[in-house]
């Protein structure tokens, strides 16, 4: 049986609100839930790598305990999603607040932002704001780059479900970016700003196949591609732990006094040598 996931469910700063749409997500058979916070850092104030938020803490949400009972497989993610408007943001991804995100989600607003995020930057998730009409074209090579990173893209539904002009230009792109990334590396997702915009798996799949995708494409947006970007977000942050560390690994002493002796014992030698040739 596939195991089902929803990746981007906003967050509520009232844990209780918070508790509600994971528990109707739970009872429409979802069990890999992450939580989204969706930022655009300020480049021209001060400390703007401060005011980005860290994640969320999810072991102590008021009747989780519970709710595990009913759903032992549940697995709760922070996921942080950047919109960059501008070159400079592009700074932000890297920093150590958004890379201690489990998933990390870029938005890129124009050609040229899109082309580097698909070529170079660390994240798990592209995402388009898909309620009005793209502002570029979406082109074969930049979504190349990114699947072959291992990085996925994502249709958020419940705009569909909101607003009849929203449906329309959801539709439109979503059709768009599945023609080019040919079912590929896609991935559906809530972004519900209500609980009755929450749609079981199974319609999410219904869904997909109105988009254009192939029946197992259209599963795999709500599991095997869920599971890839899970996958490759806990690759990602082992590597930038692991680059932390090396920066931050102290020199022992030991070692800075064989340097110093090595350089003595060296200097000692070309002595000696000079000494000889005269």
Do not use: W
Not at 15 to 40: C, D, H, Q, W
Not at 97 to 110: A, E, L, R
Not at 200 to 228: C, E, M, W
């Amino acid at each position: 049986m596939a195991s089902f996931g929803d990746i981007s469910v906003p967050y509520q700063n009232d844990l209780r609100v918070l508790m509600k749409y994971i528990s109707t997500l739970v009872n429409l058979g979802y069990e890999t839930i992450a939580i989204n916070r969706t930022v655009s850092p300020d480049v021209k104030g001060k400390g703007g790598q401060d005011k980005i938020p860290g994640p969320p803490n999810l072991t102590s949400l008021p009747g989780l305990e519970d709710l595990k009972k009913t759903c032992p497989k549940l697995k709760l993610l922070s996921r942080i999603t950047v919109i960059i408007e501008d070159q400079q943001q592009v700074r932000f991804i890297p920093g150590e607040t958004v890379q201690s995100y489990d998933i990390v989600s870029v938005q890129p607003t124009n050609e040229k932002l899109f082309q580097q995020i698909s070529q170079a930057v660390e994240c798990d998730v592209i995402s388009f704001d898909m309620t009005s009409r793209m502002p570029f074209y979406i082109k074969h090579p930049q979504v190349n780059l990114a699947i072959e990173r291992g990085v996925s893209f994502e249709i958020l539904y419940a705009p569909a479900i909101r607003d009849e002009s929203l449906r329309k230009h959801t539709i439109t792109n979503a059709l768009e970016l599945i023609r080019v990334c040919k079912g590929r590396n896609v991935v559906m997702s809530s972004g519900a700003e209500q609980t009755i915009e929450l749609r079981g798996p199974y319609d999410i799949i219904n869904l997909g196949l109105l988009f254009g995708l192939k029946p197992d494409q259209s599963k795999a947006t709500v599991s095997r591609n869920v599971r890839s970007i899970i996958y490759h977000a806990e690759a990602r942050n082992k590597t930038v732990k692991g680059a932390v560390s090396l920066e931050k690994m102290p020199v022992p002493a030991s070692s800075v006094k064989r340097g110093h002796e090595n350089v003595e014992q060296s200097k000692e030698s070309d002595l000696k040598s000079k000494k000889f040739k005269v």
